[in-house]
């Protein structure tokens, strides 16, 4: 089966292109769907540092699939408001969230934060950071916010601390630094 929506990556840049040319990528559910994972995937994907969004052919989208989108409507299961809320705020909400902080301390360690909560970040890329500083807050159930949380539940935060490109333990990470998590 052809991919709905293929991800193109050229090292730090993945092209998200929408492939469905001869219905000039119009968004039924599956390709709503498909789009909003490969948003998502990029989104969470620590090399990626630029997204460029197209649509293969002649066309970029002709925005929702009429044709869904009248068949719906004809047999009563249309809910725009659910595909709004589901598809279209989630598509929205990934691209002008992402990407998510990573903080480069140097000498090969970055630490990424990721389900933050859609819209509070209080940094911005290029902005030097102190210990305790915060950064963003925390978000991670799909209920209150889909964008950030893919398909998980309940808020939480993903930490992750990398070396040399590398995701590490953070546990033995910190305890060498004095620090004990969870406390
Ligand atoms: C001017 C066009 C964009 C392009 O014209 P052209 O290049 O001559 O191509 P066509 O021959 O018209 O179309 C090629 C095939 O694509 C199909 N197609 C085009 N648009 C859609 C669509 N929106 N849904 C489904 N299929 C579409 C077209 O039928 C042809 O296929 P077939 O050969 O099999 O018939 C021109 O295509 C055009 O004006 N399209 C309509 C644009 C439009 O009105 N889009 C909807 C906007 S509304 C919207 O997106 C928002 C919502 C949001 C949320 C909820 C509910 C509704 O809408």
Same mark, same amino acid.
């Given at each position: 089966?052809?991919? /709905?929506? &293929?991800?193109? &990556? ?7 292109? /929408? ?9 039924? $559910?599956?390709?709503?769907?498909? $789009? /909003?994972?490969? $948003? ?23 925005? *929702? #699939?009429?044709?869904? +989108? ?6 009563? !299961?249309?809910?725009? *408001?659910? %595909? @709004?809320? &589901? +598809? ?5 909400? !990934? /691209? %002008?969230?992402?990407? *998510?902080?990573? @903080? ?10 990721? +389900? ?5 970040? *209080? ?5 030097? @950071? %102190? ?9 991670? #159930? ?32 910190? %305890?060498? &630094? ?6």
């Amino acid at each position: 089966m052809p991919a /709905l929506c &293929r991800v193109d &990556r050229d090292g730090a840049v993945a092209t998200v292109v /929408l492939d469905r040319p001869e219905h000039r990528n119009a968004l039924d $559910l599956a390709h709503k769907e498909a $789009l /909003l994972d490969a $948003l998502e995937d990029v989104a969470r994907d620590p090399e990626v540092r630029a997204v460029v969004l197209t649509g293969s052919g002649p066309a970029f989208c002709v925005g *929702q #699939d009429l044709r869904e +989108h009248a068949a719906g409507l004809a047999d009563g !299961t249309w809910d725009r *408001q659910r %595909t @709004v809320e &589901r +598809h279209y705020n989630a598509i929205v909400r !990934t /691209l %002008t969230t992402m990407p *998510q902080p990573v @903080v480069d301390h140097g000498g090969g360690i970055v630490t990424r934060d990721a +389900h933050v909560l859609s819209g509070t970040f *209080q940094v911005s890329v290029g902005d030097t @950071v %102190t210990g305790g500083q915060q950064i963003a807050s925390v978000g991670g #159930d799909r209920s209150i916010d889909p964008a950030d949380a893919g398909t998980s539940t309940g808020c939480h935060l993903h930490f992750e601390v990398q070396r040399d490109g590398q995701a590490i333990d953070p546990g033995p990470f910190f %305890t060498e &630094r004095g620090i004990t998590l969870g406390s």
